[in-house]
């Protein structure tokens, strides 16, 4: 079974600090995707990061960086210089791909930004 | 682009009563899915369409049936409601499997509550 468990149901961070929520996987494909998504108070989900598992990079985007340890299936989040903004609820994603493009999805990191 | 939209935003309805959840998508995309969220869960996919004319079920069908008779178009209906299907609903549209067109763009949801 393809499964994702974020195992930090909350995390706290002061302004400006860097705070890295934790995501692993499970799956025997060796081609598949993975997704950070953020959902603020308003519901919106809204994506932050993509990684495709081919790549040995890991992705950037502005202030948010992934770790992406395929041995381990690992692929944290790092969130530097945080803002209150950014506060949300975290999804990890994984999409093996195949002809559904399915999303399975973690349970959830809520990321509080205190002033 | 208004992206993906999402009708109505929030409804209350009595057990036994039913209703049409529309999705609409303006990006062209292929791809089309029903999610739901509730508390303590990530999102599980309820159905999903690869193509006009065509639905599948995903992990939680059970009570729901959906329609896609227009490519722009993916609609979710509930004929017996029960409180159990009180729930956040989100629909998502994609392009194509893979890479970054395999990216899942959401709606901004909408709140069922079901007494």
């Known amino acids: 079974a393809q499964t994702v468990t974020q195992s930090q149901p909350e995390m706290s961070v002061q302004e400006a600090e860097t705070v890295t929520l934790s995501c692993t996987y499970d799956?025997?494909?060796?081609?598949?995707?993975l997704f950070w998504y953020k959902q603020p108070p308003s519901r919106q989900m809204i994506l932050v990061i993509r990684?495709?598992?081919?790549?040995?990079q890991n992705a950037t985007e502005n202030r948010f960086s992934v770790n992406f340890q395929k041995a381990a299936k690992s692929f944290s989040l790092k969130i530097s210089d945080s803002q209150l903004g950014d506060t949300a609820m975290y999804f990890c994603a994984f999409i093996a791909g195949g002809a559904t493009n399915k999303l399975i999805f973690g349970t959830g990191t809520l990321l509080a930004v205190q002033p | 682009n208004a992206g993906v939209t999402q009708t109505p935003k929030f409804r209350v309805l009595k057990t036994g009563q039913s209703m049409t959840l529309l999705c609409a998508q303006d990006?062209?995309?292929?791809?089309m899915y029903w999610y739901r969220q509730d508390p303590g869960m990530g999102l599980r996919l309820i159905h999903y369409?690869?193509?006009?004319?065509?639905?599948a079920k995903g992990e939680v069908p059970d009570g729901y049936n959906v329609s896609r008779l227009k490519k722009q178009n993916f609609l979710l209906g509930l004929e017996s409601a029960a409180p159990s299907q009180t729930s956040v609903y989100f629909c998502a549209s994609s392009q194509r499997t893979g890479g970054a067109t395999g990216t899942q763009y959401f709606g901004p949801g909408t709140r069922l509550l079901v007494l």
């Open positions: 799956t025997s494909e060796s081609n598949y995707y």
């Open positions: 990006m062209n995309h292929e791809y």
């Open positions: 990684q495709e598992a081919y790549k040995q």
């Open positions: 369409s690869v193509g006009e004319g065509t639905t």
